[in-house]
């Protein structure tokens, strides 16, 4: 009998990896993807890559899904892992997403408000047929150009807010929490886990807010607003002193109002689920939304019973790079501790054996 | 390796982690939560180790790294071509021969001597997780060595088998107060643990713990008076180098039954092998 | 910062030196009362031993903050400039930097939860050995180890019991002496030899 001992890990692992190399390629008679096509045409994948790989880099990202074979999580990990390497040079003042510029803009409990609703680029209202002109690269007739909405819209929240019938937004001058360089402990605070829900799984999300609107923990959502647009992001450079724009970022907003809460003490308002997500992506930003009312649970007073209601439950499972890594880290080998289980259930076997034997009535001779 | 720092991680992520090593030796057994960072290595696969290695690791290293006893297994492979290309340190199959040695579910057969630092790759620090899931109640649970719960499961296991049922991973008490998770290794590796000369260092990434064992610290498996810790292997002899005490991997042969049993430590065999007569 | 403190430059490998200088403090804290050698600056600020520059120049950055005690409050500017650390309070310092040994009631302890949320004292000592004979025992160390260090109070063993009362709270000890370091980690058992 022969056996030859498992060697040349290394000659597998680069005979792998030219292996992967040559099937990304694919073949070779079809003209290569290039990045730019990839950051232009499927923009959609482009966004939630940033979101998961928590950095806005379209060139970047578009580069993550070629390496990865348009396999997102993949791309959103390489993103991640780049993004350590990186330095943090200054930290950008808040957002304000009053001042967006916006491409779409909708509000699901008024039928109008000031600055208007805007459909914008939507999948809403397509009917999903597939468009078969699609195949032959038909060119595509420009869209019709609207004037530009003139000065800031306000937020729907703002102007529920006006009236007190919607919980303020709850302010703080501290530093934000940073996930990605302190360790999550619970119970976190809203600023962890609205950090961790920004870059969780989109699917993981999804399904979470799903269950909330499935009974497990229902918060009563209506989309006050969705929004997306242009931002500016801007710096107050030490040696300045003022802030500057470095730059602009596209987000989409989600402003989930929710059931009202109150007490003897205090008059009933509603209260609010907040989602944010780079790029276009409603789906992840209303996702993220339900899940932030749900996790608001034990702070407003409501019993605890779904999982979407558990920070920690949903904030160490939504993380798809970490919960990729482990559930496919089975596939490495285990053999040390199995063979452990090996020995551990013979003797437990011999053992029930030996019992047995021992309570047998001796055989009649 | 061009554009990156030596051992891969930027200095302020090294101080991080080498300001928790410190506390982490301070406290034999005690998890402390870090800001584990992205690795490019997949979460779970490592990276806890990794980033200890990484803060730890200096140029005049021998690094060895195990996965499952040996040296070539791809995971391991992989892991120590990281640190050959990011740190460009010595690397060395030779456990005598390692300044530091990173290994995923073992210890080497080998002593480990003073002038060596052992770094596990940990997949689940808690070792009380199994009992109850809620971190915020295992560090109540840890404050105050409640580790009742443990016994109970452990007693519960002598109820229904006879014995204590756990093959890898068994829990160790650290210097009489922290109950530890000592990484899936079998049981047979607990015993090595205990006064063990080198300091020993443990990294779970995606849990985003360390901890450590200082040298010739009390490393006990738990266990009952009348249901000792026993550390148990395959009796069988090893088919290469027929050392009758070391823990062996069992490798079929055939689909009739057919085992042969082999050193799980692959430099301890070829060792044996070479020095034979 | 003030030209005087400008002349005295940080690592002259950051990276290396500064690796090297973790694995000294590593040791001496996994073998307390064993001797270590840093790679220091080459020429720190008086008074600043080469073994304590070495330690802050190693450990503190924005993220931890470090209190210099007594005559070290001058080095502020060079210790910012080098690490970016802030000055704290003792209280609220990761670590704090003196040549005398606080009372270790100012410094935080941390919390049975969270013992790690507790100070480190970088201890500038005249020499570590030669002085008064200590008995340690404990984890890192074989059976019992005997340690010397001078600049130590009179008192020490007693304080340093009601500190290792404590445990797993407490505070950890890195001692400096030109370029060498010793650690008493917060776990040992210090007794006063004969």
């Known amino acids: 009998m022969a056996y030859v001992a498992v060697k040349g890990g290394e000659r597998a692992i680069d005979a792998a990896h030219a292996w992967l190399a040559a099937a990304r390629r694919g073949d070779g008679a079809i003209v290569e993807l290039q990045t730019a096509q990839i950051r232009e045409q499927l923009g959609r994948a482009v966004d939630r890559v940033m979101a998961e790989g928590s950095l806005y880099d379209p060139e970047l990202a578009a580069l993550a899904i070629k390496q990865s074979q348009g396999d997102l999580i993949e791309a959103g990990f390489l993103l991640r892992a780049f993004r350590t390497t990186l330095p943090r040079l200054a930290a950008t003042l808040p957002l304000d997403t009053a001042t967006m510029r916006l491409t779409r803009r909708i509000s699901a409990i008024f039928k109008d408000l000031p600055g208007g609703q805007v459909l914008g680029p939507t999948y809403d209202y397509t009917h999903r047929l597939l468009d078969f002109a699609l195949l032959e690269n038909a060119p595509v007739a420009p869209a019709p150009q609207a004037e530009a909405i003139a000065g800031p819209t306000p937020r729907v929240a703002d102007i529920l807010g006006h009236e007190g019938l919607l919980e303020a937004d709850a302010r703080s001058e501290d530093e934000p929490f940073d996930l990605t360089r302190a360790p999550l402990a619970f119970p976190a605070g809203r600023d962890a886990r609205l950090q961790g829900l920004a870059r969780g799984d989109e699917g993981f999300l999804l399904g979470l807010g799903y269950s909330t609107q499935r009974g497990y923990g229902n918060n009563h959502p209506f989309v006050g607003e969705l929004r997306a647009g242009e931002v500016d992001v801007e710096i107050v450079p030490a040696e300045l002193g003022f802030a500057v724009c470095i730059g602009t970022v596209t987000l989409t907003e989600c402003q989930m109002v929710n059931q009202f809460a109150g007490s003897k003490t205090e008059p009933a308002q509603f209260t609010r689920g907040y989602g944010l997500a780079f790029g276009h992506a409603d789906r992840r930003a209303m996702a993220m939304a339900l899940v932030d009312r749900a996790l608001r649970a034990e702070e407003l007073g409501e019993a605890r019973t779904a999982p979407a209601q558990d920070p920690q439950f949903v904030l160490s499972t939504c993380d798809n790079v970490e919960a990729t890594g482990f559930v496919e880290h089975l596939k490495l080998p285990h053999y040390v501790d199995f063979q452990s289980e090996l020995e551990t259930i013979r003797r437990l076997r011999a053992t029930a054996e030996r019992t047995q034997a021992a309570s047998l009535p001796e055989a009649a001779p | 390796m061009k554009g990156y720092n030596f051992a891969y991680l930027d200095e302020q992520t090294k101080r991080m982690l080498r300001r928790t090593l410190l506390k982490a030796v301070a406290i034999p057994g005690h998890q402390i939560p870090f800001g584990a960072r992205e690795m490019p290595l997949p979460y779970g696969w490592g990276t806890g180790g990794i980033q200890v290695t990484a803060a730890v690791l200096g140029r005049a290293d021998t690094l060895k790294v195990i996965d499952q006893g040996a040296d070539d297994t791809t995971n391991a492979v992989s892991i120590r071509r990281f640190f050959a290309r990011t740190a460009g340190v010595a690397t060395t199959t030779r456990t005598a021969s390692a300044t530091i040695i990173q290994t995923r579910h073992r210890i080497p057969e080998t002593t480990l001597t003073e002038a060596q630092i052992i770094v596990y790759q940990v997949p689940q620090p808690e070792p009380l997780y199994q009992l109850e899931p809620s971190r915020t109640e295992t560090r109540r649970m840890h404050a105050l060595a409640d580790y009742g719960a443990m016994h109970v499961r452990l007693y519960e296991q002598v109820a229904r088998y006879g014995q204590i049922a756990i093959s890898y991973d068994y829990p160790v008490m650290v210097n009489g107060r922290h109950l530890m998770a000592p990484s899936p290794i079998p049981a047979f590796d607990n015993p090595k643990m205990h006064r063990m000369r080198a300091l020993q260092l443990f990294g779970a990434g995606r849990e985003k713990r360390i901890y450590a064992v200082p040298p010739y610290t009390a490393v006990v498996s738990l266990d009952f008076e009348d249901h000792p810790f026993r550390a148990s292997r395959a009796a069988h002899v090893c088919a290469l180098c027929g050392d009758r005490a070391s823990y062996l991997d069992e490798v079929v042969t055939d689909d009739r039954g057919g085992r042969m049993f082999i050193c799980s430590d692959t430099d301890h065999c070829a060792s044996r092998r070479e020095s034979a007569p | ?194």
């Not at chain 3, 304080?159 to 040992?188: E, F």
């Open chain 3, 1 to 194: 910062m003030p030209a005087d403190l400008l002349a005295h430059p940080g690592f002259a490998d950051p990276v290396h030196d500064a690796q090297a200088s973790f694995r000294a403090v590593l040791q001496a804290l996994a073998r307390p009362g064993t001797l270590w050698r840093v790679a220091p600056p080459a020429d720190p600020p008086p008074p600043l031993a080469p073994a304590a520059a070495a330690v802050l120049l190693t450990l503190v950055d924005a993220d931890a903050p470090v209190h210099l005690a007594g005559r070290f409050a001058a080095l502020a500017p060079w210790v910012a400039f080098h690490t970016g650390s802030a000055n704290a309070e003792p209280g609220a310092a990761a670590f704090v930097l003196s040549d005398a040994l606080a009372d270790f009631a100012t410094l935080a302890a941390g919390t049975d939860e969270v013992p790690e949320a507790s100070t480190t004292l970088i201890l500038q000592v005249p020499a570590l050995d030669g002085g008064p004979k200590l008995t340690l025992r404990g984890p890192g160390i074989e059976t019992t180890r005997n340690f010397a260090p001078r600049g130590l109070p009179a008192d020490f063993a007693a304080r340093w019991a009601a500190n290792r009362r404590l445990y797993p709270r407490g505070i950890d000890l890195v001692l400096c002496a030109g370029s060498t370091v010793a650690g008493l980690p917060r776990s040992i058992f210090i007794a006063e030899s004969s």
